[in-house]
């Protein structure tokens, strides 16, 4: 058997390839790289998705949050909320503006974010200012009840739409319902590019304002620095045009995502499961198996020839750097799934013959 891996990014859609090499050309025959058309552009079909949000592009996913917390005026020092179990990107974020990070426990049925722990944490700390909410593994989380807790509170939402772009809930898109969204558009992503580029919304254009500076030096003028914050993130036109002609195929591929982790749920029983949804609020980023006996779980993949990975293996309370910071958070759930979690094989350009192996080994457990 030959061995799938769990993404393959050399694959590509119809003749997508020759759309984007020609989109590539263009770039380069323009002369301008940075801050064109196409950034324009894109960040107009991103924000006619989003219910009136204003749009920025960015260099990455992670300056993506870093931004959102500048756009909406925290300061050094103040609580923001956020989940244990994504990855530890936006608790990165937050220690990176000098921001206090508290930790949200989640839910074991679907690896989002806990709204009866979300709850507790908010009355044991109403000195919280903002919620990161991460739409985990293309699932979108509890972001009407999240977001209804929040709103009675006055406390800010940031979405982490990075897994989970073209998801919706209530005929509203994630990234829609927060003060700001970010995603990303990292090459593995739903919509990804052939290299880094991210996005930032904010629901108000001050707040927009206030990103734009940051992200372009902390330039209040030019070569005038008025955020000690700012920083150099800009996505480029490359990236840009690429993701314009990918974005035209984004819903249809996450639909064949859904349904190839729709076909994994089928055969899965006992005391195994996939982390899923059959409906629009979720898009497939990735196929998340959750089981007792993780190490029982790679052998049965590995005779089988199934790749595999975790994502993500430690919760942010017990990664080294942050160990200390976290000494009183209480997460027991991010921590049972950190042990349990295996990823395997999704991405649109699987064939039958791969998806019916992948099948045949959880079958087998």
Not at 51 to 74: E, K, Q, Y
Not at 234 to 246: K, M, T, W
Request: hydrophobic share 40%; proline share 3%.
């Amino acid at each position: 058997m030959t061995q799938i891996p769990i993404n393959d990014l050399s694959r590509w859609e119809g003749d997508e390839r020759v759309r984007v090499e020609r989109r590539i050309i263009e770039v380069i025959g323009s002369g301008q790289y940075l801050l064109g058309k196409n950034s324009t552009e894109l960040e107009g079909l991103i924000q006619s998705r989003l219910d009136g949000m204003h749009v920025m592009c960015v260099g990455n996913g992670t300056d993506a949050l870093a931004i959102s917390i500048i756009g909406l005026g925290l300061q050094a020092g103040d609580k923001i909320a956020t989940a244990a179990n994504a990855g530890g990107y936006a608790t990165g974020a937050i220690f990176r503006l000098g921001c206090v990070p508290i930790l949200v426990d989640v839910e074991l049925e679907t690896a989002q974010m806990s709204v009866s722990s979300l709850l507790q944490t908010l009355q044991q700390d109403p000195d919280i200012k903002a919620v990161v909410v991460t739409h985990l593994y293309g699932l979108m989380a509890d972001i009407s009840t999240i977001s209804e807790i929040i709103l009675k509170r006055k406390i800010l939402l940031i979405e982490d739409c990075a897994q989970a772009i073209g998801a919706n809930v209530e005929g509203r898109e994630a990234g829609s319902w927060g003060d700001a969204s970010t995603f990303s558009f990292y090459p593995t992503k739903n919509l990804g590019g052939l290299g880094d580029g991210g996005a930032v919304a904010f629901r108000e254009e001050k707040a927009l304002k206030r990103g734009r500076r940051a992200a372009q030096y902390g330039w209040s003028d030019r070569y005038v620095v008025s955020d000690r914050n700012g920083i150099n993130s800009r996505i480029d036109e490359i990236q840009a045009a690429v993701l314009l002609e990918r974005i035209q195929n984004l819903d249809l591929a996450n639909g064949v995502r859904r349904r190839i982790i729709r076909r994994y749920a089928e055969v899965t029983s006992g005391l195994h499961k996939i982390i899923w949804r059959d409906d629009a609020s979720f898009v497939g980023h990735l196929a998340i198996l959750v089981g007792p006996d993780r190490q029982e779980i790679q052998k049965v993949l590995d005779s089988n020839a199934v790749g595999h990975g975790i994502h993500y293996p430690l919760p942010d309370n017990l990664q080294p750097a942050w160990q200390t910071s976290f000494k009183h958070s209480y997460v027991p759930n991010s921590e049972t799934l950190a042990r349990q979690i295996v990823t395997i094989p999704c991405f649109p350009q699987m064939n039958e013959d791969e998806i019916s192996q992948v099948c045949m080994a959880l079958s087998e457990l």
